[in-house]
């Protein structure tokens, strides 16, 4: 159906690292931006990172740079999300998304979302 999945998640303590991946079904993926947006128990989803199809730009939200690194194969059909230095306010689902119209920032540029992948970092 063209679904993204997310997996790479789980537990960690504070200062470890995870890699996210996010792979694609679709033939297309390789010419999509892709986001990675979290979302906590509680809070709204919050943008994390946002690379272009080609992998030459990339975004960050302020509290993730210098400790997160967005990068992508398109050969394979896979978009990473490097997380290094975990801190416990890391701790939330996150979910990878390239089906959007306007603003990459805004989560409600988004038609659709994925399940996820769940990250839990301990203090």
């Given at each position: 159906q063209g679904?993204?999945?997310e997996s790479g998640g789980g537990f960690v303590q504070a200062g470890g690292s995870l890699r996210l991946s996010c792979t694609a079904s679709r033939s297309t993926?390789?010419?999509?931006?892709?986001a990675w947006f979290?979302?906590?128990?509680?809070?709204?989803?919050?943008?994390?990172?946002?690379?272009?199809?080609?992998?030459?730009?990339?975004?960050?939200t302020i509290s993730v740079k210098g400790r997160?690194?967005?990068?992508?194969d398109n050969a394979k059909n896979k978009v990473y999300l490097q997380m290094d230095s975990l801190?416990?306010?890391d701790t939330a689902v996150?979910?990878?998304?390239?089906?959007?119209?306007?603003?990459?920032?805004h989560p409600g540029s988004y038609r659709s979302w994925g399940q996820g992948t769940q990250v839990t970092v301990s203090s």
């Open positions: 679904q993204l999945v993926f390789s010419g999509e931006s892709v979290r979302q906590a128990p509680g809070m709204d989803r919050l943008f994390v990172a946002f690379i272009t199809s080609n992998g030459l730009n990339t975004d960050y997160f690194t967005v990068s992508r801190r416990p306010e996150y979910y990878c998304d390239s089906d959007f119209s306007g603003l990459y920032r």
